[in-house]
């Protein structure tokens, strides 16, 4: 199912803040411009500085650092919590999750679960499973492939 435009299915154009940022896709406050590095850095800098990156949070969560692996849990549970309207609209069994997360993928799925746990019907949570891609940095490229290929 593309939907009128191709657009069905974009889960990075669920609404997510009123007062967000505008997103390539004209709207406002969608969740892919909301639910970004930049939240993720934004909640690390009053904890570990204003110079703090991405690779000194992922590096942080390999290390195990908790209150990092909160900032990554947060960020999951955002990310469940504005999904679990299209969970219960779709009811799927199966969600795969970016693969390139490294060592946030732990924290993020716990977070993402918990988001997604509260915020649906919890026959349709556990009848959902969450994963981690395998294709990794290709996922993008290989789906376009595929769609490209795919009946109309
Ligand atoms: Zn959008």
């Excluded at 593309?2 to 969608?30: I, K, Q, V, Y």
């Excluded at 799927?92 to 019907?121: K, N, S, W, Y």
């Amino acid at each position: 199912m593309r939907g009128a435009n191709g657009l069905a299915g974009e889960l990075s154009h669920l609404h997510a803040d009123s007062a967000g940022p505008m997103c390539r896709c004209g709207a406002r406050g969608c969740l892919g411009v909301v639910a970004t590095t930049d939240h993720v850095l934004e909640a690390a800098r009053p904890l570990f500085g204003p110079d703090v990156n991405i690779y000194d949070v992922l590096g942080l969560a390999a290390q195990g650092e908790a209150t990092v692996r909160r900032v990554l849990d947060d960020f999951g549970r955002l990310v469940g919590r504005h999904l679990a309207p299209a969970c219960v609209m779709l009811n799927p069994e199966l969600i795969v999750v970016d693969g390139t997360l490294g060592p946030a993928a732990a924290p993020v799925m716990e977070g993402l679960h918990d988001g997604l746990r509260r915020h649906m019907p919890d026959g349709a949570y556990r009848a959902l499973t969450l994963t981690l891609g395998r294709l990794a940095e290709n996922a993008e490229l290989l789906g376009a492939a595929h769609l490209a290929r795919a009946p109309m």
